[in-house]
């Protein structure tokens, strides 16, 4: 695939899986649009990858993700600047150590994980099937968990920190399903990867880091891959052939992986697209 003549749009681009993505992309040729919520590391993100790839065709674009309105803000400018995507990578992801609200009243990691690619999705889907073929990868976790489907805002439960990231990255599963159904037929095509364990700033933001993320990448992060490693299964979904006509499926390692099994189930699926478009206020787009 010529990347030279794509447009990829990478959330949470500045560090880690993003930026690993955003640099693969880059060095293709491809014209990306860089996501950071952060203006200042961002921008020094984008000279880096400017500098590193001699590719000029990179853009930042700042949003507050748990921010509903900044997230439409961010459609319309992408929608504005690029007519056409052909690649939408929802990677930004964060944990947060107690509970806490965005300005729309939502529990702040389902807001980033799993309601802000909802939204945003939904939001640039006529760009990408103006694109079309064109893809959407959605960056999940392993997991074998089920979502709590009364209580996906944690308002009648005791808040856990891992519970909460888990829950929000299944939600990517049932969006990934569910989305695969509605867009069949029009070009597009949305697949979930599992990028591995890898070094990672997940949880690094000023009001997320907690004693649990920096333990573990204390005792475990010689043994890490590198961002850069997790890039190339994203890269897989983004680029490959073998993968062009496929849709709603789990992805780990450049194969097919099982889902856990709420996740496999249709009316699961509908039922959390149903929870999200009210939470997302999606009817008001």
Known sequence: MDLATKTALVTGANSGLGKA?????AARGARVLMVARNQQRGETALAELKAATGNDRLELLIADLKSQAQVRRLANEV??????????VN????AYPKRCLSEDGIECTLAVNHLAPFLLTNLLLDPLKAAAPSRVINVGTRINYAMEL??????????RMMRAYIESKLGMLHFTRQLAKQLK?????????FPGVFKSNLGGTDDAQGLFWKSVSFLLGW?????????ERVLYLLESPEVADVSGEYFGDCRIISMPA??????ANARVWEISERLANLDES
């Open 262 to 267: 709420q996740a496999r189930d249709p009316a």
């Open 79 to 88: 929608s504005e600047k690029a007519p056409l995507l052909d690649f939408l």
């Open 223 to 231: 043994s890490l891959a590198q961002p850069e490693q997790a890039a």
């Open 150 to 159: 009364g209580d996906l805002n944690w308002e009648g439960r005791s808040f």
């Open 91 to 94: 990677n930004a992801a964060t």
């Open 21 to 25: 993505v955003s640099r693969a992309l």
């Open 185 to 193: 037929g029009t070009g597009v095509t949305v697949n979930c990867v």
